[in-house]
């Protein structure tokens, strides 16, 4: 059986497909957008948290620590990067739970079983289990395994993707996935490799390559002011999706800085600075302008 590294089961999601739907987030991504909301996402192995508003100053982990990696300073702990193997001695022997570390191998057993007790909010709602990430594309073996035994189970199967990947991987899910929600960010390469470390002909020929098997596909577009909302983006991108067959649904995610907390608590530089989340107005014009493309737009998840 195939393990794979995930950062959050999240119950009663709303937002991220049709109907209540279980929401599992992978760990690693090949992308690193400046905005990203998931921070604890981006790479594949576990991160250390601390956080300084619970510790006391016991020293419990700096008496722990086999490498010593920990010292006390007027900041609090501090902890030497180079040092620290991650072996999580100091968070279990933490008083305080001032430790944490975010991302778990887990086996598809593990996960299913969380996935399945849900089922009748499923059947009620018209929901099911979504994929997501980081990157859930990353980790193909441990994926495709969990759509194979959702699809047993009859539980609707949603990934949400960069699309970033490998297309015979992106088929072989494909073949197991009712839904996809696939993000298209930019439709210039060089601005879209600035801000997101990647150039997109793959995102976006692997989303041609779907579009053309007759995958059932929802795209989501994260508006971020000063990157992708302006006119000529906006016409190319919805140029682009209109060509694709069978796809018309889009859907705008306005972009918000609340996330900025969770890159200060895993010492993860922010790097969009300076950027307001556009008005209301602002997105009804960019929803308008897609609409003349042909598509049904619609703004939120
Ligand atoms: S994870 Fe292990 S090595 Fe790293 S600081 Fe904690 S006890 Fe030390
Ligand atoms: S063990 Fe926990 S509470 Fe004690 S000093 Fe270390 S981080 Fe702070």
């Given at each position: 059986m195939?393990?794979?590294?995930?950062?959050?089961?999240?119950?009663?999601?709303?937002?991220?497909?049709?109907?209540?739907?279980?929401?599992?987030?992978?760990?690693?991504?090949?992308?690193?957008?400046?905005?990203c909301h998931n921070p604890e996402g981006l790479t594949m192995s576990a991160q250390r948290l601390y956080i300084k508003e619970r510790c006391i100053g016991c020293g419990e982990c700096i008496k722990v620590c086999p490498q010593e990696a920990n010292s006390l300073s007027p900041r609090g702990v501090i902890t030497d990067q180079s040092k620290c193997i991650k072996c999580r001695t100091c968070a279990q022997a933490c008083p305080s739970e001032a430790i944490e570390f975010i991302g778990k191998t887990s086996t598809v057993d593990d996960v299913v079983?969380?996935?399945?007790?849900?089922?009748?909010?499923y059947?009620?709602?018209?929901?099911?289990?979504?994929?997501?990430?980081?990157?859930?594309?990353?980790?193909?073996?441990?994926?495709?395994?969990?759509?194979?035994?959702?699809?047993?189970?009859?539980?609707?199967?949603?990934?949400?993707?960069?699309?970033?990947?490998?297309?015979?991987?992106?088929?072989?899910?494909?073949?197991?996935t009712e839904l996809f929600i696939y993000d298209v960010k930019h439709m210039d390469s060089e601005k879209h490799k600035?801000?997101?470390?990647?150039?997109?002909?793959?995102?976006?020929?692997?989303?041609?390559?779907?579009?053309?098997?007759?995958?059932?596909?929802?795209?989501?577009?994260?508006?971020?002011?000063?990157?992708?909302?302006?006119?000529?983006?906006?016409?190319?991108?919805?140029?682009?999706?209109?060509s694709l067959p069978g796809v018309s649904n889009v859907n705008l995610l306005k972009y918000h800085d609340?996330?900025?907390a969770k890159y200060k608590k895993i010492g993860v530089k922010y790097l969009l600075k300076n950027v307001s989340p556009s008005s209301e107005h602002e997105l009804e014009s960019i929803k308008k302008r897609l609409r003349k493309h042909g598509l049904k737009v619609k703004i939120g998840g």
């Open positions: 195939e393990t794979g590294v995930i950062f959050d089961i999240k119950k009663y999601a709303i937002h991220d497909g049709p109907g209540i739907r279980t929401t599992v987030f992978f760990k690693g991504c090949p992308l690193s957008c400046w905005w079983r969380k996935i399945e007790r849900d089922i009748i909010f059947d009620e709602s018209n929901g099911g289990v979504t994929f997501s990430g980081g990157e859930p594309l990353m980790q193909p073996g441990f994926l495709l395994e969990l759509l194979d035994a959702c699809g047993k189970l009859e539980i609707h199967r949603t990934v949400d993707t960069a699309g970033y990947a490998d297309a015979k991987i992106l088929m072989s899910v494909a073949e197991r600035k801000y997101t470390g990647v150039s997109n002909e793959q995102i976006l020929s692997n989303l041609e390559l779907l579009a053309g098997h007759g995958a059932n596909i929802k795209v989501r577009i994260p508006i971020i002011p000063g990157f992708n909302n302006d006119n000529e983006n906006i016409d190319r991108t919805g140029s682009f999706i209109s609340s996330a900025i």
